[in-house]
């Protein structure tokens, strides 16, 4: 399938350029960025800035601006900027381009599904009736919402979710390039991360929702969050107490979470985890830098899983930012996607 | 008044050095630290971490072994590590000194008041009626709890409190020397501290509690802790989400953190801040290393008061942890008991 | 003395509104900034990055676009960015004003004096002998340079100075804002500092050059940089090695440093120094975080001073990139100059 | 071959067992550590801080103490610490086994090779005439000097070596663990690691000599370092200048370094990279977090070659310091001593 990317000069951006490398399903035909890289190599117009080599073929496609033509590639991935997202995912869909996108833009749109492929993969069936020679566009969640609606999936099913607080410590690539200036973190928190909480309290609910017909129903799940950012390069750390509607042990909890299986792990899509939650026993674990690169980035990790005298539960929740929570979790979209016969 | 500092070659114990050199009531007599360090000038065996000089006279006090002896200074300061604080305090409370101690090995012992000097001042009685020639034991609380207290003392006033979750992010002076390993901490962030949760769970409800007659009854309020290790070298941040009994306004609540003053206020202790709290309006303050200085580092820090969904109110609470939470609090203590008359 | 500050929303800007807040001879009575921000008040358009709080009276002056006027302020500090600051300070000069600038742009002209107080006060009779009505330029040198000027200058008189290799360690508040990336440094060095290797190696010639008529004759000394970025907040490192023209003793370094003296100190200029340079004897000093403060942060810290197999002698420089290395540097210029009569 | 660890627990004891999990011609059979940890499983009393898993295997072998017995393993890989190596690594040697230690005890004994593959591989030749029963001891050099070594070596070669001055910001896990305090370089930089400048000074020396029949004749380049530690994890930068007997280009140089090969790349041993030296043109490389991983962190990466105003010469030379600089160099060493059939 030969995919696009738009956005492609960013962190995200790269992250996609890295994992398309050596694709079995995906060919990178087409990288999209800036007016101002247009027209130049993209090795040449990338400020590369991943510890594994630019791949060669890709160093050498020549940057295109972010136009859908008359024929765009049938899969398109997005990582373009929240400020521009909106109506160029729009335009590559109606050109006829599944669009799968890590920006915010459509998130809440009913008719986009905002899709983690092992809580939700039904929902893709929003998009599955769409006439012929038209797109449609399936949305990526917020990298923390990823990792909290994976780790609370398996706890919704086994004894139903009530509440939940959510404490975050996001690391800097989440922001982007140029993204937070160094002087302002150094030997420092930002503890404000902009409309961050408000994604994390009502994205998890769209995800965790219902598909009712041609919508989506929201799950009842009340969820408050404080976001904030940390020196660190990559990994997002929750800190996550939660209530659940039926009586829970620690016992139930641990194997709920560590036997949770999904349809990518059924389907073995080439980006899914073998575990897409590991459970870590030690007292001080996970830990970003020691955890986050487990089963290549898109495993979430949680640990400390103890009782919470406010709402029951509290545990710690890790996940790649970068990976998992945005182009390796929009990747397993596009494959989910594309093995249920979506990319036309 | 004569003071010996226990612990006082430790991050604390060095904060108390520095505090002491310019005391007008207090005047810092006697350095014990261990016996591996006893016999020698403070100035040679002291790994002086401050920015801070260290004070000349200070520098060339003769170290000794932590003895009470048969007639110890009247005021003593301890900044002795959790393991063996214990016994040495008892031993220099019944050789006759008033011991303000920043350990937690006394903190919930019913008969030592624990003691943020604005929020509970009433609870030094329980100390007042000692017999001649006796001592006794004053508890500087957790550095986190201080802080948590401090911001929550004027919403108890104004409305009452009913339950909380705090999640913290503490900085590294914390753990003290040599505490945590740089290699542990580097791009990374430690999601557990020993004891640290229990701690912020059970303090504050001692804090708040009224004294009855010859003990104190704890306040009913419910806290629930998560905290974490971060990279910065000081200040602690407190993400702190509340419920009050009676319903709250924002412009209540911002106007009783702002307009709270204490007994350190009335009586213009050397230490006491004159704003014990700032309310910050900025949508991304407080942070620690522009805020942890207000006030000579004796100010809690307040900021993004906002609704939360879960528990009514959220808001961000910033505290310099060796300074307010630690050698400050302690030292305000020390100038409180002193003002009191307790100081013999 | 009015003052007007040109650039005053960056790092070195507001370090100058801090350091005039409580002047003895000079009034901060204009603040210049970018068109954008022009017409509102300081207070507003700032995002204040240092942890003094931002002065009352500086918060309310309405912020004017850089523009000289018919009558500019008799002095003028300027905290322009390089790519404009050229231009601009020409017009100011040459409209009145008496500009000290922080900016590279003029540093080489030959008719503008490159000032470290201590070192070459007479390269200020450059500026003397200018008709009524007309201003100058004074330069302050590079962050970098001006330690490493202030190191060498003590043995230039006392040795002479033949050759000397450089490595520098330098802060992020060195790049402003919003500089370097956060996550371009984050568990990370940037071996590269754009234009830095260059000032370094040409600076420090015009600094401990000779005044020869209406000319600075270079000094010959030769110096070889390598600059490089690390992430932490303030206090530029510098590795030196050097050879001296006449044979050292580490004793006769050692005190031609530390007595080092110069007409700030006679004048006893408000941002002066006590000491200008303080050794450290600690095998493992000085530090950026320990040392950077020292005096007002406008001490010079020079350690480890040892033979060198290859020049004959090693030590490593601290200054404080945003005090010493530029506005407070910056500050005992003008206040140098206005010593000497030269601000009308 | 059967495969001994001693100082398991350590940080380059950790590397030596995750190198070693899947290794072609060695098995690891015996960790040891200290008395304290022998007779549990390594699984439970080693903190394990990499970011790749604890290999299954490892975790199950039950730590000894550091003793040789009677028949110890025919190679033995040493990281114990410096305090104790050397007695120990004698006994092992004198027991039968090679021994290949990290440890810097043993490197300027005149009967051990200090051996950087690529470099001075000849210099096996001490130790291949051994008698029967008789073990040998190995060195790999200092973490900063081996990546010193590879890059001056092609050079060497290429247009002779006449001087040096390296300046080295270095990685904490080059301390190891405990190590470095995380407050002590939080927003800081330490200007001083003990005995590492004169490592540095004198083992390139040895590295670059010449086997004169059973000894080894040093090499008369002069080297002048001065080494600092910066708050990074992994990746030592060393800034570079050098003069050269015979004149040299920059496309030579370039060339020189590029396509430098040496033993281990023509026997193809397992740990050695395909290119020991990588070369960037990039202004702003090396880095260490963008590249102290290429090639499996064995390559060592040289940028920003350019004219020194001093010496000729100016380069930035980054290398994994507990991969190629400890763990992986040393592996290298092993592997191709069992090449040239010195493992018996």
């Known amino acids: 399938v030969p995919v696009a990317v738009l956005g492609a000069t960013g962190t995200v951006g790269q992250r996609f350029v890295a994992l398309l490398a050596d694709h079995p399903s995906f060919e990178l035909v087409r990288l999209c960025a ?88 039904e929902h893709l069936e929003l998009v599955a009736e769409r006439p012929a020679g038209r ?12 990792g909290l609606a994976l780790a609370l999936a398996p706890i919704e099913r086994a004894y139903g979710l009530d509440r939940a607080h959510v ?35 009502r994205e998890p609910r769209k995800i965790l929702g219902r598909l009712a017909g041609e919508r989506i129903e929201e799950h009842p799940l009340v969820v408050s969050a404080q976001c904030t950012r940390v020196g660190i390069s990559d990994g997002h750390t929750a800190l996550v107490s939660f209530a659940t509607r039926r009586s829970a042990t620690r016992e139930g909890l641990h194997d709920a979470l560590a036997s949770f ?31 986050r690169e487990l089963e290549r980035g898109m495993a979430v990790s949680v640990g400390r899983l103890r009782p919470c005298p406010l709402l029951g539960w509290k545990m710690v929740v890790l996940s790649h930012n970068t990976l998992r929570g945005a182009a390796g979790g929009a990747l397993l979209v596009a494959e989910l996607a594309h093995a249920r016969g979506l990319v036309r």
């Open 261 to 291: 299986r999904g349809e990518p792990q059924e389907r073995r899509l080439p980006s899914a985890p073998a575990r897409p939650i590991v459970v870590h026993e030690a007292e001080d674990a996970p830990q970003p830098r020691l955890h």
């Open 167 to 201: 404490a975050t410590l996001q690391a800097l690539s989440g922001a982007g390039l140029p993204g937070v200036p160094a002087l302002a973190i150094a030997d420092n928190v930002i503890p404000f991360i902009r409309g961050e909480e408000e994604k994390l309290e």
């Open 135 to 146: 797109g449609a566009i399936l949305a990526n969640p917020n990298c923390s919402a990823i």
């Open 34 to 121: 800036s007016e101002r890289t247009a027209g130049k190599p993209y090795g040449e117009v990338v400020r590369w800035a991943l510890a594994e080599p630019l791949p060669a073929r890709a160093a050498r496609l020549v940057v295109e601006a972010p136009e859908p033509g008359s024929a765009p590639e049938p899969l398109v991935l997005s990582a373009l900027d929240a400020a521009v997202a909106g109506p160029l995912e729009t335009a590559f869909a109606e050109a006829g381009a599944l669009v799968v996108t890590n920006a915010s833009a459509h998130r809440m749109d009913p008719d986009v599904p905002l899709v983690v492929p092992e809580v939700n993969p």
